[in-house]
């Protein structure tokens, strides 16, 4: 069974544009959420999609959206980017709630 | 709120060692469940264990083992005879129905085994 994929693995972008990442569950699996993970603020919850609704979100600010298709893939959007959004974007995938999240290897995003 | 504490930021032990990360966690949810997860240099987090509130057994599989105790809200995590390979940072992290399946997690406990 595949596991979580995400794309790109890595991403340098510059201030105030935007960026849009990628992710697929393993099949079967409807919840998809997403962590930010930096040095200083560890593991933090962005937001969570289950059968294309969002169901639960962090306390991000609205330059952070996503959106999830039929197929369960997810994306994760970042406008007007900000040095402090330099991290890695984690997506884990989940049969449904509560139930162990498999995560994927994330995207390293830079931004200078 | 929910709130997990690994107090331990590195921890370093000699191969062979055993070595216990510890978890403590905060929560007002009489149903929840635990997680550990383990993130090797390369980022990817791999689950390593779930516990439900409801079950205090501790577990056993090879060198791993959890010893869950409400009485203290904690859920350690031992590995006996240490290996290089164990070299990682080591995340334990809750959940509960009441909020969904956002996870907690702590801080991290970055394990180096020296061989």
């Known amino acids: 069974k595949a596991g979580v994929t995400q794309t790109p693995r890595y991403l340098i972008k510059t201030r105030g544009q935007q960026v849009t990442l990628s992710c697929s569950p393993i099949?079967?699996?409807?919840?998809v959420s997403w962590y930010q993970q930096t040095p200083g603020q560890g593991l933090q919850f962005l937001f969570e999609?289950?059968?294309?609704?969002?169901?639960n979100k962090g306390n991000f600010p609205g330059r952070f959206s996503g959106r999830q298709f039929s197929n369960s893939r997810s994306e994760m959007n970042v406008s007007t980017l900000e040095l402090g959004d330099s991290a890695l974007y984690l997506c884990?995938?989940?049969?449904?709630?509560?139930?162990?999240?498999?995560f994927g290897p994330g995207t390293r995003l830079t931004v200078l | 709120a929910q709130k997990v504490t690994q107090a331990q930021t590195e921890i370093s032990v000699v191969e062979k060692e055993d070595v216990t990360l510890d978890c403590v966690y905060e929560?007002?949810?009489?149903?929840?469940?635990l997680f550990w997860y383990k993130q090797p240099p390369s980022g990817e987090l791999v689950f390593l264990i779930r516990r439900n509130s409801f079950d205090e057994q501790n577990e056993i599989s090879g060198r791993y083992s959890w010893n869950f105790q409400k009485s203290t809200s904690s859920f350690n995590f031992t590995i006996t005879a240490s290996q290089v390979v164990d070299s990682a940072v080591y995340f334990c992290a809750l959940s509960a129905p009441n909020t969904g399946n956002q996870f907690y997690f702590g801080t991290g406990t970055s394990l180096t085994v020296i061989p």
């Open positions: 999609y289950f059968s294309e609704t969002q169901r």
């Open positions: 099949s079967g699996h409807r919840s």
């Open positions: 929560t007002r949810d009489t149903t929840y469940y």
């Open positions: 884990a995938s989940s049969r449904g709630e509560i139930d162990e999240q498999f």
